[in-house]
Structure formats: structure tokens, C-alpha cells
């Protein structure tokens, strides 16, 4: 797969010129930002970083566009992104290439995100005929009182390289029906993937003549504070970090905005004495190692209980013997590169850490050199026997590296699940209905997900996504994350004569 071809199928010249109609991209001011695939190093394109002034014409743009999409009909809107659902569906093969290319995941995976565009922007659509209030009983004589929900303005987009696209698209195409406008800053690791995405949009603005400032589009790391601390921006939805989204949450909050956080998983698979071992193995090594352990979602830990554990351990063993590592546009490989260096770096001195505080090597890991991709980021996926209470265990490693840890009853498994700081997703492997059940009560998962017979990651946009606790307490894509997007206007009518006031308050004059 050729980048030139590829950009060119998706109508982007080399040197990046700007797209207008219907959205704003940033570009000709700003440092030059190059991109390179973590397949081989490989140099791919270049772009900028997006000036202070450029990014203030932006916003104001985008504040602009906001009065005039906030009036327009939500089904109307949602007839917009009908139309970017079904172009994704023309584009799917040269974004999802893309995607591969610069973030180094499998072509299947690359085209599993566009996919996940189309699902939301078919959800979006619905959701534009759907986004309802409430109404309510008055404790007071011919009144009545209702709640609406109004487009709350701005939202800037702050997107991780792990999902390029499909995490934006979670986030624009709710916002689009929602009656707000978006500004989209991609991380600098994936800002091409970034521009196709916004070429695709601007293609269906320019055949509605929507007005510039829709969807907006700015680039480089400075972009990430501007947004934050720019009290335009109503609402900041952040994928990252749990050290960055710590800032970015506060920040926001300092000025009373709004923010939508998805940040770190440490997400844990328990494995029960009645799991059904040929199911586990699928979930846990899919878990583990897909996107080469770089999603939120991705299995870091897995609870086993004494009795299958040796079992366990040996079917995965024999599993990941059998793992290929290489080039991720090979259908014959499972595993690609880590996005750059200091993600090895990150992952060699995990193993480390690891190794240093008693962890037990089960499947080792290291540095891996495909012939042919010398200068590409691979790594082996590793296994490692560790207590939960660990430091390196307590943290999240964007990488494949799966702590393993045994327990004895299903009260242990799920105190040991619950024992790490983040709370994103979770999963139980049983055929007992009971052990199931009380993993999902109230005393089970602390969760944002928790699955059962399925792994952690790999979650449908139908739900709603996210997590508690240093996870951030977001949620974005299915079910009603829309809330997040909208302000709520509580309403009370008096259709009568008289003035009564609430509580049955005396006041005369
Ligand atoms: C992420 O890693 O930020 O559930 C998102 C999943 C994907 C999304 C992951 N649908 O694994």
C-alpha cells in the first residue's frame, strides 16, 4: 500500500491544502509536522502545527457557524451526517488504509474504525429525531413544566493516536445533531488520518452549502491547552492519558466548562473455575495483544481461579508461541508495531519494573526485529505472573503485556479486579449464572463495562463508553451520552390567572 496512492484516493495532495465549506482547517502558518509510519519509520506526509492566531480565527469561525447550526432542524442535521455516513462507506478502504499505515494497526482493525464512523453516524441519525425531554408534574395549580435540551455550543475534540478516527466520530457526529459545532484536535502522532477525515466532511458541507465553521480542525500539541483553558470551548471531550486528562479536567473546571474524559483502563479478565477455556483463549489473547495492547480496553490483567490456572497458563503459553509479529497491512500477522519508540521504551522498562518487584516471566517479551521492517517499533507480547498490588501492575502500559494472578474465591477475584486506580473495562468468563450475576451487581465490576464471556475490548457504539474512577467518569458514543453534548433547560409554564409561587410560599403585596 502505496501513501501517495492513498492520499490520493482520498483527494489530499502531499503538501495538504486546506479545505473549506462547511469546515475550517488550520493550515500554511504553523511548524511543519511530519508523519512517519511505526511500520518501518517510513516518512509519509507533512503538515503544521496551527498558529495561536490561526487556532483564534478558528474558534471565532466556529462561534459564527454556531448561530446559524443551532437553528437548524435536528432531523435536518441529521440528514448531514447521513450523508458523511455514506460517504465513509466510499472512502472506507483508503481511511482505513490510512489509519494502518500511520497508526500501525491491522488493516482489518483500520477498517474496523471507519466502520465504527458509519455505525455512529447511523446512530446519529436516529438520535436527531430522538433527543427528548422530559415533562413534568407542577405541585402548582395550571402550571406545567417541561425540559429541553439546547446545543451547548463549541466542543473541541481532543482524540488519542490509538483510534485515529473512530473516537472523533463518536464524539463530531453526536455533537453535528446535537446542534454544536466541533473543533477537532487529533494527536500530532496521527494528524493525517485527521485531514482525510476532515476532506470527507467537507465534501458533504460543500454539497448542502453549509456554512464554514462546522467542523473544525486544528493541529499540534499547543492546540490540546488552548482548548482547555479557552473558556469559547462549552464542552472538551479528552481521550488520553490519566496524567494529561488530570490537567485537562482541571483546567476546564477552573473556568466552569465542561468536559468529557476518557482516560486509562487497567482492565482485568477473570477466569472461573467453569469458564469455557476454548472461549477464554480468543477473548484473553485478542484482549492482550490486539492494536499491539494499545487500546483503553486492552486485557492488562487476568484473575484466574487456582484451580484452572495452570491449565490456563498453558493453553496461552502454546497460544502466544504461535502469535506472528510484523507488518500489520499482512493479514497473516496479529501483531503490529507500538506507535514510536518511546512506547518500546515504556514497554522494555515495564518489563523491567516488573521483573525487579518479583514478577514471574511467564512468555517472554523484548524488543522484535522483522526482517525487512528494521526500522519499524515491534515488540513481543509477554506474560507475566504478578501480584495486583504491584506499583507496575497498578499502572496502565500502553502496550502487550499481561499480568497474571490467581485467586481462590470469586469475592477475591472481584476485590482484586476493583483494586487499581482506573475503572474502565472488565470481564468474567463462567457458565455459572450466579457467579455472573453478582459480577455485574452492585458489589461486583466498578466498571464503566463489564462483560461477560467476552473480552474487555471491542466494545459496540450502541453503548455508552467510558469509565470510573481515574478513568474519568465520561461517556461517549451509544445509550444517552448525547447529554453530554446538550445543556438542559428546565421549563415552567403557568397557563393561569393567578401568581402562586412553589412550596405554598405567602407573599403579598
Ligand atoms: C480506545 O481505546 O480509546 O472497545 C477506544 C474498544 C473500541 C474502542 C477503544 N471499540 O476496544
Known sequence: MNIQDILKQLNIAADNQGVSTGTVWSEGKGARLESYSPINNDYLAATQHTTREAYDEVVEKARQAFKTWRTVPAPRRGEIVRQIGNKMREYKEPLGSLVSLEMGKSYQEGLGEVQEIIDICDFAVGLSRQLYGLTIASERPQHSMMEQWHPIGVVGIISAFNFPVAVWSWNAMLALVCGDVCIWKPSSKTPLCAIACQHIIAEVFKENNIEEGVCNLVIGDDAGPWLSGDQRIALVSFTGSTRVGRIVGQ???????????????????????????????????????GTAGQRCTTTRRLIVQESVYDKTIEVLKNAYGQLRIGNPLDANNHIGPLID????NTYLKAIETAKAAGGRVIVEGGRYTPEGYENGFYVKPCIIEAANDLDIVQEETFA????????????????????VPQGLSSAIFTSNLREAQRFLSAEGSDCGIANVNIGTSGAEIGGAFGGEKETGGGRESGSDSWKAYMRRQTNTINYGNSLPLAQGIKFHI
Open 251 to 289: 483546567t476546564v473546571a477552573q473556568r466552569f466548562g465542561k468536559s468529557l474524559l476518557e482516560l486509562g483502563g487497567n482492565n482485568a479478565i477473570i477466569v472461573t473455575e467453569s469458564a469455557d477455556l476454548s472461549m477464554v483463549l480468543p477473548g484473553v489473547v485478542f484482549g492482550a495483544v
Open 341 to 344: 519508540e518511546n512506547a518500546v
Open 400 to 419: 502487550p503485556i499481561l499480568y497474571v494472578m490467581k485467586y481462590t474465591t470469586l469475592e477475591e477475584a472481584i476485590e482484586l479486579q476493583n483494586s
